[in-house]
């Protein structure tokens, strides 16, 4: 099992940036492939990027590509998401997922993580 905490959000002007971070709790997070998803009122929960457990592997859904980065540092238990170019249409509430991993291959859709974050808001104004 793994706790994962978010961290990050906060407010910014459409074409700004925002640097989102997952820290997880446990000794085996280097095990687990790491996704993020958000959330925007009234909307269903959008999964949009994803590393494997080793980093060697990413995925972006395409609403985000090319706008979004992915990283980890299993040294410090921790994935970030670095967000540039954000639209108001990027904003909600930002969760962090983890599950154990069983390839080496980015884990890309919402129903393969066991385990999510509290999330964190990121406020685009237009």
């Known amino acids: 099992q793994v706790q994962l905490v978010e961290s990050g959000g906060g407010l910014v002007q459409a074409g700004g940036s925002l640097r989102l971070s997952c820290v997880a709790s446990?000794?085996?997070?280097?095990?687990?492939?790491v996704g993020w998803s958000r959330q925007a009122p009234g909307k269903e929960r959008e999964f949009i990027a994803a590393?494997?457990?080793?980093?060697?592997?990413?995925y972006y859904a395409d609403t985000v590509k090319g706008r979004l980065a992915i990283s980890r540092d299993n040294g410090k238990n921790t994935v970030n998401l670095q967000m540039k170019v954000l639209h108001p249409k990027d904003a909600g509430l930002y969760y962090c997922?983890?599950?154990?991993?069983?390839?080496?291959?980015?884990?890309?859709?919402?129903?393969?993580?066991?385990?999510w974050g509290q999330g964190t808001q990121v406020t685009v104004s237009s």
């Open positions: 997922g983890g599950n154990r991993a069983d390839s080496d291959s980015a884990m890309g859709a919402l129903g393969e993580y066991g385990w």
């Open positions: 446990g000794r085996t997070f280097s095990e687990y492939a």
């Open positions: 590393i494997s457990y080793n980093g060697g592997d990413t």
